[in-house]
């Protein structure tokens, strides 16, 4: 199949398109990260002590016997009634015969809490750092999941097509504008020469 001139600007003004508020976002973001230790941003911390009612201090303790150690309904409701703790369903839970601890990692957000067996004690901390952490953490991926995972490829891919077809259209329009290589080759040189001379 050839491509033709029209296609080619079809598939670009398409992918910029599709591109144009993720490549905003990451390139702002990519400028927050890059001067991430200049940013002073004050985390709010939430810290909950308490002590789990009876019942759900049994039913956490039937579960810690079973193969089967899913988060028991009564916790889950007790925490969401009682404090406002929404427990995620990507947190991550680890049992001893002695201590429930779970710990989530969010975009911009880390959480844990713990549960003594022995004596019903609840420890809670959640620690947000920002709407600036947020966006970052999206940018890098970090504790997103999987289905923002699959959004960065295929936005990467969509980024990749208006690369490609940008190129082309420099291609067939260097007869009529002649800077149109030595900027293109500039931009190659300029990052590889600050490479070679300032990165260690």
């Known amino acids: ?22 490549m905003l976002l990451f390139a702002i973001t990519g400028i927050t990260l890059n001067h991430a230790s200049e940013i002073k941003v004050s985390p709010t911390v939430i810290q909950v002590e308490s002590n789990l009612p009876k019942s759900v201090l049994e039913d956490l303790t039937l579960v810690a016997q079973t193969a089967d150690q899913t988060l028991p309904k009564s916790l889950v409701f007790w925490l969401a009634q009682t404090h406002s ?18 710990v989530h990692a969010g975009p911009g957000v880390d959480t844990w809490l713990s ?3 022995l ?41 990749v097509v208006f690369c490609l077809t940008g190129l082309l259209l420099l291609y067939r329009q260097t007869n009529h504008r002649w800077m149109t290589w030595p900027v293109t080759i500039l931009g190659a040189i300029i990052p590889a020469i600050l490479l070679l001379l300032f990165v260690h």
Not at 2 to 22: D, E, K, N, Y
Not at 88 to 96: D, L, M, N
């Open 115 to 117: 549960v003594d067996f």
């Open 85 to 102: 703790i929404r427990l995620s369903q990507h947190a991550v839970a680890e049992w001893s015969e002695e201590e429930l601890y779970v």
């Open 119 to 159: 004596n019903g004690e609840l420890s809670y901390e959640s620690t947000d750092r920002g709407w600036i952490a947020y966006f970052n953490d999206l940018h890098k991926g970090r504790d997103t999941g999987v289905v923002w995972g699959w959004f960065l490829d295929i936005f990467a891919l969509a980024c």
């Open 1 to 22: 199949m050839q491509l033709t001139l029209g296609s080619v600007r079809q598939w670009h003004w398409i992918s910029s398109a599709a591109c144009l508020i993720g």
